[in-house]
């Protein structure tokens, strides 16, 4: 009887253990990626969270969730905690964040850490543990204006008629070498027309050598 009941009780704990077994991740990140440097403005930034439940043969539970960005700007997560996710299911979030300029986005950085970059991390409990995830941001100067001069990584960083040069945005100048080009074609046509010139010279005096011959 007491063997009975102690394979009893070993099945019970072990059937309880699998009811309870909850395993969540999450992903989040912002503009597609775990990085982004912010070096025009203004800018908008897309951040994105997914929810997935990795327990391989039962449903999990979220009991909360947690984001300091989120809840500074009043965004609240949907579907609201708790909720439940079936094995392999996920949730996917997401919310958009304007920063007009870089004050505002070291506003966003100060809210986070005494940096010029910050991390909106999200976090989600669940019987048994938790799962975080997170986006940086790096706020920058403005990349440049239309005299050039910005911090920049990609072409993309710089405004209109700007070129990422050495990490630095340098206009383009595709107008100066139209005119330049123009002024090579006016060189070329001066060119010709003094060729012309002096063979028609020659010409005439060569013919007046044969005249004065005869």
């Known amino acids: 009887m007491k063997k009975l009941s102690y ?3 070993a099945a019970a704990i072990v059937l309880s253990s699998s009811a309870r077994a909850h395993e969540l991740v999450c992903e989040k ?6 990085v982004r440097e912010v070096t025009h403005y203004p800018a908008r930034l897309h951040f994105k969270v997914v929810v997935t439940n990795t327990h391989p043969t039962d449903a999990s539970t979220a009991l909360s969730v947690n984001d ?13 905690a708790p909720f439940t996710l079936g094995v392999g299911q996920s949730t996917e979030f997401d919310f958009d964040v304007t920063v007009k300029d870089e004050a505002q986005c ?23 543990g938790s799962a975080q995830c997170a986006a940086r ?4 100067p403005e990349a440049g204006n239309d005299n050039g001069g910005g911090v920049c ?8 008629h700007n070129h990422c040069l050495y990490g630095r945005c340098e206009q383009d100048d595709d107008h100066d070498r139209d005119h330049h080009g123009d002024g ?10 003094d060729k012309d010139h002096h063979d028609k010279d020659h010409d005439k005096d060569h013919g007046d050598g044969y005249g004065g011959d005869r």
């Open 153 to 160: 990584k990609y072409d993309s960083d710089c405004p209109a």
């Open 184 to 193: 090579d074609h006016d060189k070329d046509h001066d060119e010709d027309h």
């Open 137 to 140: 941001v790096i706020c920058k």
């Open 106 to 128: 070291l506003q966003l950085a100060k809210a986070q850490a005494c940096a010029a970059s910050f991390e909106d991390r999200f976090e989600v409990d669940f019987d048994g």
């Open 7 to 9: 394979a009893a009780a």
């Open 29 to 34: 990140t912002v503009d597609g990626n775990l």
């Open 68 to 80: 300091d960005l989120m809840k500074a700007l009043g965004i609240t997560f949907t579907p609201a």
